[in-house]
């Protein structure tokens, strides 16, 4: 985080002197450990971005078809130059719910170590509908979509989490397009955070581009450029990360993927590794 210093006027109360410093240095660490714990909640929690696996960040265009369901679960280890650790094991559960509609819902278990300090608790709910507006087609093979976002604050309001303690609603842009063995997928989104008053939670703007290489029938690599900015700021203030990884099918129903990605910018990890699955029963 940006270094801040400490100015302490002095006077003839020396005690008086110590007192404030101590007073303004945990306001300090609170700040540093709200924006590390934004940043960390904002790339890797899919209960603030939302993400679609393999990507840590990024949601495809495609809808799950009508009537059918797909569990998700990942686990991400996370960390940073603060000396702030993080683990994150998320558990999703996606449903088509008509021919172009999707819903779905996100939980993750979260545990948060900084210094001496450490968090273990059930982080943020994640609600979505995802409406896909255009199919993509053989002739033009690009598809795009529009989801919702509604974040419950089921963590409370806990900054190492990452936690406002409020519920914030995102809207997002997706687009998909397919070039032969290459899929590539844009996102931009806007999440509104429920109170931007309590200071340093305001409103966000995200981004992300996923890249997947089918190599084989069962293997697919890929690669995610994402990050997210405060609304009014510069987006080299905020967390940016790039990361790959790839995926093997190991049947018709389930997938196992393994990833790493090293943050960019200086609010973001210095380094995060992902393992997941997916189950996609057939019918």
């Not at 001496?116 to 093979?141: C, F, Q, S, V, Y």
Request: charged fraction near 20%.
């Amino acid at each position: 985080m940006r270094s801040v210093q400490l100015w302490v006027q002095i006077d003839k109360k020396v005690n008086a002197n110590v007192e404030s410093a101590t007073v303004k240095s945990r306001r300090f660490d609170g700040m540093r450990l709200f924006r590390v714990g934004a940043g960390l909640a904002l790339l890797l929690c899919p209960a603030i971005a939302g993400a679609e696996p393999p990507f840590a960040a990024t949601e495809r265009s495609i809808p799950v078809e009508q009537e059918r369901h797909r569990v998700e679960t990942a686990l991400t280890l996370s960390h940073y130059a603060e000396d702030l650790r993080s683990m994150s094991l998320a558990l999703g559960l996606r449903y088509g719910l008509l021919h172009d509609l999707e819903v779905g819902i996100s939980v993750p278990y979260q545990r948060v170590e900084a210094g001496a300090r450490r968090r273990t608790r059930i982080g943020d709910t994640l609600l979505h509908a995802k409406a896909r507006l255009i199919r993509g087609r053989e002739a033009n093979p690009l598809s795009v979509a529009a989801q919702l976002q509604v974040k419950i604050p089921t963590a409370g309001e806990e900054a190492l989490l990452g936690a406002s303690g409020e519920a914030d609603v995102g809207v997002f842009a997706l687009a998909s397009k397919s070039f032969s063995a290459v899929t590539t997928h844009v996102n931009f989104g806007y999440v509104a955070r429920g109170d931007t008053s309590k200071g340093n939670k305001d409103n966000h703007l995200i981004y992300a581009l996923g890249v997947e290489y089918r190599a084989e029938p069962t293997v697919v690599f890929f690669g995610e450029l994402a990050g997210a900015v405060e609304v009014g700021r510069s987006t080299s203030s905020g967390p940016w990360s790039l990361g790959a990884g790839w995926v093997y099918q190991l049947n018709e129903a389930i997938a196992l993927d393994i990833s790493a990605g090293f943050g960019i910018t200086h609010d973001a990890p210095d380094y995060a590794v992902r393992l997941g699955a997916t189950y996609s029963p057939r019918p």
